[in-house]
Nanobody, 121 residues
Framework: QVQLVESGGGLVQAGGSLRLSCAAS????????MRWHRQGPGKQRELVASITSGGSTNYADSVKGRFTISRDNAKNTVYLQMDSLKPEDTAVYYCNADTWLTYSSTTVSYWGQGTQVTVSS
């Protein structure tokens, strides 16, 4: 079974930075697309950023120029560098991966448990 574990969340002041990590573990899989989503208080979950296996990236308009997504394929890990944080960035951040399961020749979407990011003004 593939597992995704996020880390790096915490409490920071506006203008500060955080770096989130998401590590995938298990056997018999490869990661196609990795994404970061977030869900703020009273809001729906939204896509923040994505990165393909080839390194192509996309960002939500609200975080362009402030957040950077990257991945280390050898470590099966995706990162989200968050700079110039704003109070409206406060949310639970979730890692999501489209995973190719080699033993069954299928693609399954996995989610991490989430990590809390709180930005104070």
């Amino acid at each position: 079974q593939v597992q995704l574990v996020e880390s790096g969340g915490g409490l920071v002041q506006a203008g500060g930075s955080l770096r989130l990590s998401c590590a995938a573990s298990g056997r018999g899989f490869s990661i196609n697309v990795m994404r970061w989503h977030r869900q703020g208080p009273g809001k729906q979950r939204e896509l923040v950023a994505s990165i393909t296996s080839g390194g192509s990236t996309n960002y939500a308009d609200s975080v362009k120029g402030r957040f950077t997504i990257s991945r280390d394929n050898a470590k099966n890990t995706v990162y989200l560098q968050m700079d110039s944080l704003k109070p409206e960035d406060t949310a639970v951040y979730y890692c999501n991966a489209d995973t190719w399961l080699t033993y069954s020749s299928t693609t399954v979407s996995y989610w991490g448990q989430g990590t809390q990011v709180t930005v104070s003004s």
